[in-house]
């Protein structure tokens, strides 16, 4: 059974950081490409952020600069730390997993979210 659980969402005030880690477990870690999603109150789901199982990143413009995503592969988890934070970067955020084989195709994994807020 795969799981992935989230955790170090909360309020925090404008300017201020928060850690977010994701726990994987029932997968093979280092070979899924991990990511953070968000989903803000009547808006659809975006990326903010991806690292490959080789460490490279990708980012969302809105969060360039400000989030830095990374992994531990020992520990089957996934990072984020968010900067600078603003109130548009309130939302709830998800972690994924996700795998491309040629025979197999695309097995996608999702987590349950962790609510961020950023308010003063």
């Known amino acids: 059974q795969v799981q992935l659980v989230e955790s170090g969402g909360g309020l925090v005030q404008p300017g201020g950081s928060l850690r977010l880690s994701c726990t994987a477990s029932?997968?093979?870690?280092?070979?899924?490409?991990m990511g953070w999603y968000r989903q803000a109150p009547g808006k659809q789901r975006e990326l903010v952020a991806t690292?490959?199982?080789?460490?490279?990143?990708n980012y969302a413009d809105s969060v360039k600069g400000r989030f830095a995503i990374s992994r531990d592969n020992t520990k089957n988890t996934l990072y984020m730390q968010m900067n600078s934070l603003k109130s548009e970067d309130t939302a709830v955020y998800y972690c994924?997993?996700?795998?491309?084989?040629?025979?197999?195709?695309?097995?996608?994994?999702w987590g349950q979210g962790t609510q961020v807020t950023v308010s003063s």
């Open positions: 690292i490959t199982g080789g460490t490279s990143t």
């Open positions: 029932g997968i093979p870690f280092s070979a899924y490409t």
């Open positions: 994924n997993a996700r795998r491309v084989r040629v025979i197999t195709g695309t097995s996608q994994y």
